[in-house]
């Protein structure tokens, strides 16, 4: 295979590679905890493969791979990308109903944040999908000291209400208990929307409110309060690092990245919307010399208007060495 990767060019990072055929059709996508080992399995012995694997690599003809920050990063940038190409050697997402979503049930009176599996429903909104049910759940309950929503069945919420005495997490401050009337259905609503908009990657805004309040009660003296925001501002960071988030304010931008040597010019850019990468697309080119231009497809950008665009030579804000594109090479065994 022409496109074989150099040996030692894949980084051991984990990120989501696709594979793509002589007419840059995509026709897999993957994830891998460490890109190199996952990728290097792929170019043994097509004898040794299974003979679907062994049928998607030779129709193949080049190979590029995008680094992200974790596991969930890479489920989620997988999922999207599977959505995106729909390609036609990827099976594993044609039924969502095996992948967890998180959902805040908006459309509830007294909204609840549930893990959840299947079809979606209006009014409620979605967050994920995620590989294990666990790692979300890890979340909402690193989350929900900061934003003590509802997360309780019908049942559950009834019983406390008919009984006038909340659930074990109304006591240990990881619920606003409005079931036994603590707030109102207004005052839940408005923290169940402060939830979502963080899951939405409007993060920045409440790190820093909880950072000015932890001040504020240190100065004040009221060092219980303190040492409670602290472990808040603690939970907030822990829930961001399992994120796919980028831009902390929720921005929509399209971030572009170039590099060049006398010979080519890459480049790279990134869709980022609400905060996050939804999208990538990268190509190489021939340099045309210094002054080195490149002139994007306009039809690429006809596609959305950011509102805002971050151009960046050499480097695209920390994250040029998140991609690597192949195309065949006539000089070499294969270059990503």
């Known amino acids: 295979m022409k496109y074989r990767p150099k040996p030692g060019s894949i980084p051991t990072q984990p990120g989501v590679y696709r594979f793509r055929d002589k007419d840059g059709r995509v026709v897999y996508v993957g994830k891998a905890i460490s890109l190199r080992s996952r990728l290097s399995s792929y170019f043994q012995d097509v004898a040794n493969l299974h003979p679907r694997t062994a049928t998607m690599v030779t129709t193949a003809a080049s190979v590029e791979w995008t680094v992200v920050g974790t596991e969930v990063e890479a489920l989620q940038l997988e999922y999207s990308w599977i959505k995106e190409f729909d390609p036609r050697f990827n099976v594993k997402y044609r039924d969502d109903k095996s992948y967890p979503w998180l959902a805040i049930t908006m459309n509830d009176e007294y909204p609840r944040v549930m893990v959840g599996r299947g079809a979606k429903k209006r009014g409620v909104k979605y967050y994920g999908p995620y590989s294990h ?146 999208g990538q697309r990268g190509w190489v080119a021939d340099s045309p010399g210094p002054p080195a231009t490149v002139s994007t497809p306009s039809s690429r950008w006809s596609e959305s208007r950011p509102t805002r665009t971050a151009v960046e030579s050499q480097g695209m804000l920390g994250w040029s060495h998140w991609t690597h594109a192949s195309r065949p090479s006539a000089d070499s065994t294969g270059v990503e």
Not at 141 to 163: E, H, W
Not at 227 to 255: H, P
Request: hydrophobic share 45%; aromatic share 8%; charged share 30%.
């Open 133 to 278: 049910a666990w790692a979300i759940r890890d979340t909402v309950d690193t989350l929900l000291r900061v934003f003590p929503m509802r997360s309780c069945s019908n049942g559950v919420f009834k019983r406390s209400a008919q009984i006038g005495r909340p659930c074990l997490l109304g006591y240990i401050d990881k619920c606003a208990a409005p079931c036994v009337g603590r707030v109102d259905a207004d005052e839940h609503r408005a923290i169940a929307q402060d939830f979502a908009d963080f899951m939405g990657g409007r993060t920045d805004q409440f790190v820093r409110r909880v950072e000015r309040e932890m001040y504020a009660a240190s100065e004040a003296e009221d060092y219980e309060r303190a040492a409670m925001l602290r472990d808040d501002l603690g939970a907030l960071n822990k829930a961001l690092e399992k994120q796919a988030v980028v831009f902390g304010d929720g921005t929509d931008a399209d971030v572009i990245a170039l590099a060049e040597d006398p010979l080519e010019v890459a480049v790279q850019v990134f869709h980022v919307r609400a905060g996050r990468i939804r």
